[in-house]
């Protein structure tokens, strides 16, 4: 039997707000335990919340850049569960009511583009944080991340296979890095997925039972998961069985899926509005400031490099992978006048030293405009491509601009056509029997004599004049 994946994610991000969604408190990662912590986030007796404004805002940004609606009312809900991480015994989330609804992302799947429906985006508080010790069989409670804010975004059950769940899951992630509202990082958490995954056979509409991942913290360990439980599930429903709906862990480190707790064991949130908080009314005239100040997003420059550039499709996505990188490429095409060359140099050099120390690109030795002067140099001939391919190593390690290196090591390429002939005569006069040889027909010779060029100037000659000189001499 042939079966159909269906997949759809539900993903929480951690905004970038200075403090917490309803106190003052600070939401900075790390602090000593407890540090960050106030009544109000304590859910101490007697106290109540009051919504930030950034965090409405932030949450819209993400609405508008995923092509949602955003709804004229929106409020809040308590979702109650009982565990030692939610200190009021409830979590404040959004329910009936979400910010914003029926939104769209488009993701590039197998050559093709493919649009994924967003159902929601709403707006919730973080848990605390449970620390164990294994020496000690105790747990601890640290409550600094206790209402940092969230967004939930969930999607439609759009996606077919476990690549597209990451495409989708990608393009989330780089859209709210674009924005500024989450720092994206899936290891400490400030982005998370959970995905839910059923099969049914191909052809088929109705869809099957799904389980519930949880557990996975990096992109690739999403795709492992969904592949895994996918898999899972092929060979219950082979076998004649029945897929339980139910939540399962997956397992890194065995690269399996556990199951954590059945539908009869799910939770029952008992949803119902809290009382503490007003709705929240945003308006067209909110919803237009906030839409004024969004950034370029990672699609529209994409496709405006592909246009400006004119560089390949495959190199505009390189170079937008972050905001960062994009406007690094941009200065120093806007310095060197040369898109192309610039691209092949910021994709080929410079993030290979990067990625080799996972270093960030704003923290790149080479200097923007110590790249386009590079380039500017190899263009004049003062360098070879091959000599700045020496050069550009040395500008990384040390840097250091091109020029001050370039006179230090006497990296100046021979450019001077009497200088070099003399150097090609020397050549010549030290090899007769290769001459004798090229000149009885023997071409691939040629090649030797470059080499021998080369060797002589310790590659400091420019190549093509190398060439022109060469066939002349040769021939005598
Ligand atoms: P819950 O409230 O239990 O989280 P939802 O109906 O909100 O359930 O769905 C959660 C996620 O599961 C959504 O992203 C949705 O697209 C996805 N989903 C729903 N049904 C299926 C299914 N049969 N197979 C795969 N994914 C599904
Ligand atoms: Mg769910
Ligand atoms: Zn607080």
């Not at 939401?27 to 007796?45: A, E, Q």
């Not at 949803?271 to 237009?288: S, T």
């Amino acid at each position: 039997m042939e079966y159909e994946p269906v997949i759809g994610l539900e993903v929480h991000a951690q905004l970038l707000t200075n403090s917490k969604i309803f106190c003052g408190c600070s939401t900075k990662f790390g602090g000593s335990p407890n540090s960050h912590t106030c009544p109000v986030c304590l859910g101490m007796p007697g106290v109540l919340p009051v919504l930030n404004k950034m965090v409405v805002e932030y949450a819209m940004k993400m609405a508008l850049a995923t092509a949602c609606g955003i709804n004229g009312e929106c409020s809040f809900a308590r979702k109650n569960y009982f565990y030692p991480d939610l200190p009021k015994g409830y979590q404040i989330s959004q329910y009936a009511y979400p910010l914003a609804e029926h939104g769209h992302v488009d993701i590039e799947v197998n050559g093709g583009r493919k649009r994924i429906g967003i159902t929601r985006i709403h707006m919730e508080e973080d848990a605390g944080k449970l620390m164990h010790d294994e020496h000690n069989p105790a747990s601890y409670v640290d409550l600094n991340r206790t209402g940092v804010p969230l967004i939930e975004i969930v999607s439609e059950p759009d996606m077919r296979s476990s690549e597209e769940a990451a495409a989708y899951l990608k393009r989330l992630h780089e859209t709210l890095v674009y924005l500024d509202i989450c720092d994206g990082n899936m290891e400490e958490g400030s982005f998370r997925c959970d995905a839910n995954v059923s099969i049914r056979p191909k052809g088929r509409e109705a869809f099957g039972t799904r389980t519930e991942l949880k557990n996975m913290n990096s992109f690739r360990n999403v795709q492992r998961a969904l592949e895994y439980e996918i898999k899972r599930q092929q060979y219950i429903l082979d076998d004649g069985g029945a897929v339980v709906q139910e939540t399962r862990l997956w397992d890194d480190g065995q690269g399996v899926t556990h199951s954590m707790r059945s539908k009869e064991e799910a939770h029952d949130y008992r949803y119902f509005p809290d009382p503490d908080l007003v709705p929240v009314a945003v308006n067209g005239a909110w919803i237009e400031k906030v839409k004024e100040g969004l950034p370029e997003l990672p699609l529209e420059k994409r496709e405006r490099f592909v246009r400006e550039y004119q560089i390949p499709p495959y190199d505009a996505g390189v170079l937008t992978a972050s905001r960062a990188l994009a406007d690094y490429y941009e200065e120093v095409v806007r310095l060197s006048g040369q898109p192309k060359i610039a691209s092949n140099w910021v994709m080929g050099d410079v993030l290979r030293f990067l990625n080799e120390e996972k270093r960030d690109i704003r923290k790149c030795p080479v200097k923007a405009s110590a790249l386009a002067a590079m380039i500017g140099l190899i263009e004049k001939g003062t360098i070879s491509g091959k000599m700045a391919k020496e050069l550009i190593e040395e500008m990384y390690k040390s840097g250091r601009p091109p020029e001050a290196i370039i006179k230090e090591k006497g990296m100046v390429q021979i450019t001077d056509e009497g200088a070099l002939s003399g150097t090609i005569a020397g050549v010549i006069a030290a090899n007769p029997e290769q001459l004798a040889q090229y000149r009885a027909g023997k071409e691939k010779l040629f090649g030797f004599f470059v080499g021998q060029v080369m060797k002589a100037t310790q590659g400091k000659a420019n190549p093509p004049l190398i060439n022109e000189l060469l066939k002349k001499m040769l021939a005598g």
